[in-house]
């Protein structure tokens, strides 16, 4: 769409190449259209799930927080630590609900800090963000536009087979934390343990 608009915007710039005043406003519409075109090209690769199994999920990280804080005023750090054994899915959804939580955290939060940190532990790892903003109350938390963020990181923890917790008091912050362990580190159902048949002749 934008490509088709740029082509009639150079059609129309041929048309008025007499007219010095109105060619150069032209001109210069070129120029913010190229670089809308720009960003909405690279918008769309970094909101693609694919950008994790590209990058991986620490690379992939790093370019959101990047974008992130082109558009928030305030400070936002992160930390990245050991090796979280995400894959496949769960990558896709951590790097989903990091996504959520830092829009909500910057356009409705009115947060001045903000942090996100993913961790490995013993088993599996931990992603969390925190802010400092007005954090909300328990009753209206799923209303409203930051009620549809909240729904859709928990969509996606479930999608993936996370834990997933939302903790926060009005004008106190918010904590959003997703958690995971890999397969073979999941508890496992007891085997019942089975007694040998004693031999011919043995003693009971």
């Not at 190229?34 to 909101?47: C, F, H, M």
């Not at 951590?94 to 001045?112: N, Q």
Request: charged share 25%.
């Amino acid at each position: 769409m934008l490509s088709a608009i740029g082509l009639q915007i150079e059609l129309l710039r041929m048309d008025c190449a007499g007219l010095a005043a109105v060619a150069e406003r032209i001109a210069e519409t070129q120029k913010l259209l190229a670089r809308a075109l720009e960003q909405v090209r690279q918008l769309s690769y970094d909101l693609s799930p694919a950008i994790v199994e590209q990058l991986g999920l620490q690379a992939a990280l790093a370019r959101l927080v990047e974008r992130c804080r082109k558009s928030f005023a305030g400070q936002l750090s992160w930390k990245y630590e050991g090796d979280p054994q995400a894959q496949g899915p769960q990558a896709e959804a951590l790097y989903r609900i990091a996504e959520l939580a830092l829009e909500e955290a910057v356009r409705h939060s009115g947060a001045g800090r903000i942090t996100l940190e993913v961790k490995a532990m013993a088993e599996g790892g931990r992603l969390e963000l925190r802010d400092n903003g007005r954090g909300f109350d328990s009753i209206g938390a799923m209303e409203g536009n930051r009620g549809a963020g909240l729904r859709l990181m928990q969509h996606e923890a479930q999608r993936a087979g996370l834990q997933f917790r939302l903790a926060g008091e009005s004008e106190k912050g918010t904590i959003v934390t997703a958690w995971w362990s890999p397969p073979a580190a999941r508890s496992q159902p007891k085997r019942a343990a089975t007694r040998r048949p004693a031999k011919p002749g043995g003693k009971r």
